[in-house]
T-cell receptor, first 109, second 115 residues
Framework: GQNIDQPTEMTATEGAIVQINCTYQTSGFNGLFWYQQHAGEAPTFLSY????GLEEKGRFSSFLSRSKGYSYLLLKELQMKDSASYLC??????????FGKGTRLHILP | EAQVTQNPRYLITVTGKKLTVTCSQNMNHEYMSWYRQDPGLGLRQIYYSMNVEVTDKGDVPEGYKVSRKEKRNFPLILESPSPNQTSLYFC??????????????FGPGTRLTVL
C-alpha cells in the first residue's frame, strides 16, 4: 500500500530552527510537495521537489532523497505565525496525490 | 486574481438528499482534484482529473461522483449522502507537467454535515 509518515506534533522556540521529516512508500514517484495549513484554512503551497537535493526559499528549505524515500522541511528563524500544520504529499506514477497526516508545529515564545 | 472557488462553503443536509458541491478555477489548469479532511486522517484524495472528460479514483471514491465537462469546473456529487461523509472538503487545481513546479492551489473548503 501507499504510505506517508511524518511526526504528529513538534514544538520549537521562536527564532530557532526546526526540521520536519517525511518518509514515503508509494507506487512510483512524480514529485513531493510540502504545504502549510493554519487551523480552519486551506493548505498553501510551500515547496516542490522532484530531484534529489535541497531547494531553498527564504526561511524555508526542502530536501529530497528519492533512493531513501525521505524528505524534510527546514524552517529557520521561526516566528509565531509559523505555528501551523505542515503536510507532506507525494504524486505517484498515476498522478494520484497522497498526503501524510500532517505535523502540527507549536512555536513557543 | 488566480483562484479556486467552491460553493457552498457550509452545508447541513440530511441522509439521502442528493447534493452537489461546485468547484471552479480561473487558471486554465489541467489537473483538478477533490479531497476530504478528517481529524486524525489528514487529507485524502477522492477523485482527480487530468483534463476534460478524464477522471480517476483517488483513495476514497466510494459514495462520490465527479464530472469534468469543462476545463474550469469540477463538481463533486453526493448522490445519497450518509453521516460518514460529514467532513471538510477541498477542491484543488494545478498545472500538469513533468519537471514543472506543479503547485496545487486549494479552494477555501466546504464544511459538510450530513444528519
Amino acid at each position: 500500500g501507499q504510505n506517508i509518515d511524518q511526526p504528529t506534533e513538534m514544538t520549537a522556540t521562536e527564532g530557532a530552527i526546526v526540521q520536519i521529516n517525511c518518509t514515503y512508500q508509494t507506487s512510483g514517484f512524480n514529485g513531493l510537495f510540502w504545504y502549510q495549513q493554519h487551523a480552519g484554512e486551506a493548505p498553501t503551497f510551500l515547496s516542490y521537489n522532484v530531484l534529489d537535493g535541497l531547494e531553498e526559499k527564504g526561511r524555508f528549505s526542502s530536501f529530497l532523497s528519492r533512493s531513501k524515500g525521505y524528505s524534510y522541511l527546514l524552517l529557520k528563524e521561526l516566528q509565531m505565525k509559523d505555528s501551523a500544520s505542515y503536510l507532506c504529499a507525494v504524486r505517484d506514477m498515476d498522478d494520484k496525490i497522497i498526503f501524510g497526516k500532517g505535523t502540527r508545529l507549536h512555536i513557543l515564545p | 486574481e488566480a483562484q479556486v472557488t467552491q460553493n457552498p462553503r457550509y452545508l447541513i443536509t440530511v441522509t439521502g438528499k442528493k447534493l452537489t458541491v461546485t468547484c471552479s478555477q480561473n487558471m486554465n489548469h489541467e489537473y483538478m482534484s477533490w479531497y476530504r479532511q478528517d481529524p486524525g486522517l489528514g487529507l485524502r484524495q477522492i477523485y482527480y482529473s487530468m483534463n476534460v472528460e478524464v477522471t480517476d479514483k483517488g483513495d476514497v471514491p466510494e459514495g462520490y461522483k465527479v464530472s469534468r465537462k469543462e476545463k474550469r469546473n469540477f463538481p463533486l456529487i453526493l448522490e445519497s449522502p450518509s453521516p460518514n461523509q460529514t467532513s471538510l472538503y477541498f477542491c484543488a487545481s494545478s498545472l500538469l507537467g513533468s519537471g514543472s513546479t506543479d503547485t496545487q492551489y486549494f479552494g477555501p473548503g466546504t464544511r459538510l454535515t450530513v444528519l
